[in-house]
């Protein structure tokens, strides 16, 4: 059914309840011995009269003068009274006519045929009877003209309804074919929208493109299920624990509401395409389940290049680190050679060397952890770990390239230890990384403020210093400088690998952007969370918080 019929018929159905709102019409019900009574009450002294004169006929009291004439009086009186006594709705309808009439009618053939002047006195009776009849006929009249009002205003209703309805079928049209028409224009996504089965009947112009098949081919005719690997949903039923088929495809997305991830695309020709398909289920306007979106994003060729890029990572890795080390050990050899002499010049030449070296040589290990983060290979060597003297190490390592660079370090720690369950050495690394960072990016005459703390953090992420009930405890490093700041539009790419704010650009701050991913991965494996606070020009401040034992 289109949106009109579906709109029309939900009009109809308020204009039927609004008509069975309305008091019923009143129903005519059997006599009850009640009714008879008031029935008989109203009736009785016609019929009483009629009944007397008769008798009074009979006994000689009136004199019969034309016998002929009083029969016909007679007849005429007895069917005015019949009349008056029948029930039924035609009768009834005719009865303030008949009654009177024929009552009168009868009342002048008895004067006729009999002389008598006291017959005169029935004429009360049809007096009445049309006086009644008067008066019920001006009440139908009343009646008839309310339900003509009544009627009108139920038209009028009815108009405003049908327009209403009219207005609403062309606000439904409009939106439906503005959401066609936003669907039609991406090129770039494929929309691909099924039945609850996966019986497509969306496909958009993004799915003609990526799949190389035309909307005619598809629609009606072909299942989500045909456009991917048979081996990818078997591996994702095997790790779900269901059956092979649609439902090892929407599982995900059926439980959370949503699920994104990569599925290989078969298309036409039988070419493969990795693809980034966002899975959403979809209702009808009812709220009933009806089907699935599947929105999805060519990433065949980012993938390809981000292969390569870690392929080329671990390969320059691996053939640097070998004679880097090399070189380091032979430059140890020598400038800790007592029985050569070497110059001052030429001694201050080879440290330069080894400090190269060794820097080119922590590029080249920060280069083969991220690519362990990225397999999957990073691991822990965990243990008690007292963050306190973490921080105080990161500042004495810092110390002498924050006095060359004018900057001043200060440390706020407790006097005790402050134990954290994690591995030192990727701890330290990740608390320099933030320091030598702090300092880097901090202008001569700045300051660099490195803070532990104890803290309580509820459900909702906040942490405070007292202990609340449902809280977990935690341990905080916050790293805090007054150095040039991120700018807000790229603080969310900050942790991405090689990623350089504009602001270190502007201002040649050395670096390749590896530091923060990796300190990032590391906090992450610890369970803990890493959260920025910056502002251009006003400094950036950094919080690793990991979770702690009371």
Known sequence: MDLRGRARDAEVGGMTTAVLDRSPAPTRRPWSAGTWWTVALGRLPATLAFLVTTALLAAGVLPIGDAATVTAGLTAAAVAVAADWLPRERVAALRPVVVPLAGTVAVGLLHAGTGAPGVLVLLLAPAGALVAGVQRLGRQAST??????????????????????????????????????????????????????????????????????????????????????????????????????????????????????????????????????????????????????????????????????????????????????????????????????????????????????????????????????????????????????????????????????????????????????????????????????????????????????AGWQSADGAVTAEERPGATPVAQLSVRDTGIGIPNDEQGKLFTRFFRASTAQRNAVPGVGLGLSITKAITTAHGGTLDLVSAEGEGTTFTLTLPRET
Not at 173 to 185: E, K, L, P
Not at 242 to 267: C, F, I, K, N, P
Not at 393 to 404: G, H, P, Q, S
Request: charge should be negative.
């Open 144 to 453: 008839i003209d309310r339900l003509e009002r009544e009627q009108a205003t139920l038209l009028d209703q009815v108009r405003s309804r049908a327009d209403e309805l009219d207005r609403a079928s062309r606000i439904l049209a409009a939106r439906a074919q503005t959401m066609t028409s936003v669907i039609d224009a991406v090129t770039e996504q494929s929309i691909i929208g099924t039945d609850p089965d996966g019986t497509i009947r969306v496909w958009n112009p993004g799915a003609e493109k990526l799949l190389g098949l035309p909307r005619a081919d598809v629609v009606r005719r072909r299942s989500i299920l045909d456009f991917h690997l048979p081996e990818e949903l078997e591996e994702a039923a095997g790790t779900h624990g269901t059956t092979v088929g649609l439902h090892s495809l929407v599982r995900h997305a059926q439980e959370t509401g949503s699920d994104v991830r990569d599925w290989t695309y078969v298309g036409a020709g039988g070419r493969q395409r990795t693809v980034s398909v966002a899975i959403t289920p979809r209702t009808d306007d009812r709220g009933v389940h009806a089907g699935w979106n599947f929105v999805g994003t060519d990433m065949t060729d980012v993938r390809a290049t981000e292969r390569m890029k870690d392929q080329f990572v671990s390969l320059i890795s691996h053939e640097l680190r070998t004679p880097l080390t090399s070189i380091l050990g032979y430059l140890e050899l020598v400038l800790d050679d007592d029985d050569r002499t070497l110059t001052d010049e030429q001694r201050s030449y080879l440290t330069t060397v080894e400090r190269n070296a060794d820097r080119l040589l922590r590029l080249v290990g920060d280069l083969l952890f991220t690519a362990r983060v990225e397999a999957g290979q990073f691991t822990l060597q965990p243990e008690q770990v007292d963050l306190v003297a973490i921080v105080q190490a990161a500042e004495e390592t810092a110390r002498v390239a924050a006095t060359n660079a004018g900057v001043q370090l200060r440390v706020a720690a407790p006097d005790d230890r402050l134990v954290v369950a994690g591995d030192p050495v990727r701890l330290g690394q990740a608390c320099d990384n933030l320091v030598s960072n702090a300092v880097k990016f901090t202008p001569h005459g700045g300051e660099v403020t490195l803070t532990v703390a």
